[in-house]
């Protein structure tokens, strides 16, 4: 049985038990949490499930000018799991870290345990890092996403003087992973790093697999 999610202190519990399934019931504001802590690390996966229901989650807040850690965003490491159905507005990230998103920060590169989003929208706001940064995923490894919408800003910034790599609007950098059906409306922007390489509309780089069926309508603006 699913355990389902109406507050935002419920969002801040699934880091409790990463191998559930979840079930929002309804829309969530997360101003009260200034720097949120992401779900999931590179030790402990978020490995469960997570269906929105076509509710939103609101004010998604990371900010900080001095490396927190990797795995930036509401989830920050996962595999094997599932997110579908989810909507964000209003998201800040902001920070000098990789692996930078709305949902997720990185899906493991794990062939046996792929993520599979669908279903995702990120409505408004501005994401900002170092490097691998999309609105869906940071780094999406062997991962399916589908049917994503994205209308949001994404910046590249500079971390102790290193560029900024792999920008897209909906996924940084990924390995064997597919994109289907989404879109992609904004502007991505590195002029702000000293230098800037793999920046894409959909995605900064795919090694292998597919985009499919997708649309991009954005000013994207590198950095040599």
């Known amino acids: 049985m699913s355990i389902e999610i109406a507050t935002a202190a419920d969002l801040d519990d699934v880091r409790n038990d990463l191998t559930a399934d979840y079930v929002q019931v309804n829309d969530i504001d997360l101003s009260g949490y200034s720097n949120w802590n992401p779900i999931g690390d590179s030790d402990n996966h978020f490995t469960g499930s997570y269906d929105g229901q076509n509710y939103t989650i609101n004010n998604l807040t990371i900010v900080s000018d001095a490396e927190i850690s990797n795995y930036q965003a509401l989830f920050g490491y996962a595999s094997g799991a599932t997110f579908q159905n989810m909507q964000f ?106 230098s800037a390489d793999y920046i894409g509309g959909i995605i900064g780089m795919l090694v292998e697999n597919e985009v499919t069926n997708s649309d991009v309508i954005a000013d994207i603006i590198g950095n040599d």
């Open 89 to 194: 507005d209003n998201v800040n990230v902001d920070v000098v870290d990789s692996y930078v998103a709305a949902l997720l920060g990185m899906s493991a590169y794990d062939a046996s345990a792929p993520c599979n989003i669908d279903n995702i929208k990120v409505h408004s706001g501005a994401i900002k890092g170092n490097t691998s940064i999309g609105a869906i995923i940071g780094e999406g490894d062997y991962a399916t996403v589908k049917n994503c919408e994205v209308n949001i800003n994404i910046y590249g910034r500079d971390n102790d003087g290193w560029g900024s790599n792999y920008l897209g609007g909906i996924m940084g950098l990924a390995y064997y992973a597919n994109i289907d059906n989404c879109t992609y409306k904004g502007t991505i922007d590195a002029t702000a790093a000293n």
